[in-house]
T-cell receptor, first 111, second 113 residues
């Protein structure tokens, strides 16, 4: 039972490039979330999705785009990466309860 | 809007000593409260949660937390620290019934042998 996976686990890119982070779940949970984790800020919500084709902004959505054509996938795209987007990104799901289940994270460095 | 404040970004305790990690929240409606733990290079995992009912909740690995409405607190405790408890701990709140979670900034626990 894979649960929730993220790819890649590590990514180095350059300023201005487009980057897509993948998130895949095997549970068919309705809700999916993207967070970024930065020192001193804890986890901040970027975007979330209540179901396929339903997405909404979180606390820090600028510079990010999401889509959810299938329940199990929730990719996060940085359209033109900036150094301030260097962070650790976590995907999470919620299956209708109050508990979130987190993926292992993607460490992104923007040079 | 809800918010979470964790007092102390770093806490050090000796092995065998009491662990106390502090969390205060604000919420305009009765909250659901959580503690998550993050080990190095891993995602967060649920330690314990309070939704309704008994205000003292027990979680995994011997941790517990008490919801005190009058103090708007949800402090995490463990009677005796173990080396394996070294991790970062996050307090979180959901205003009851909503899915969006607000996390605190985290407290890194160091356990000294």
């Amino acid at each position: 039972d894979a649960g929730i996976t993220q790819s890649p686990r590590y990514k180095i890119t350059e300023t201005g490039r487009q980057v897509t982070l993948m998130c895949h779940q095997t549970w068919s949970h309705s809700y999916m979330f993207w967070y970024r984790q930065d020192l001193g800020h804890g986890l901040r919500l970027i975007y979330y999705s209540a179901a396929a084709d339903i997405t909404d902004k979180g606390e820090v959505p600028d510079g990010y785009v999401v889509s959810r054509s299938k329940t199990e996938n929730f990719p996060l795209t940085l359209e033109s990466a900036t150094r301030s987007q260097t962070s650790v990104y976590f995907c999470a799901t919620n299956g209708g309860t109050d508990t979130q289940y987190f993926g292992p994270g993607t460490r992104l460095t923007v040079l | 809007a809800q918010s979470v404040t964790q007092l102390g970004s770093h806490v050090s305790v000796s092995e065998g000593a009491l662990v106390l990690l502090r969390c205060n929240y604000s919420s305009s409606v009765p909250p659901y409260l959580f503690w998550y733990v993050q080990y190095p290079n891993q995602g967060l995992q649920l330690l314990l949660k309070y939704t309704t009912g008994a205000t003292l909740v027990k979680g995994i690995n011997g941790f517990e937390a008490e919801f005190k409405k009058s103090e708007t607190s949800f402090h995490l405790t463990k009677p005796s620290a173990h080396m394996s408890d070294a991790a970062e701990y996050f307090c979180a709140v959901i205003p009851g019934g909503y899915q969006k979670v607000t996390f605190g900034t985290g407290t890194k626990l160091q356990v000294i042998p």
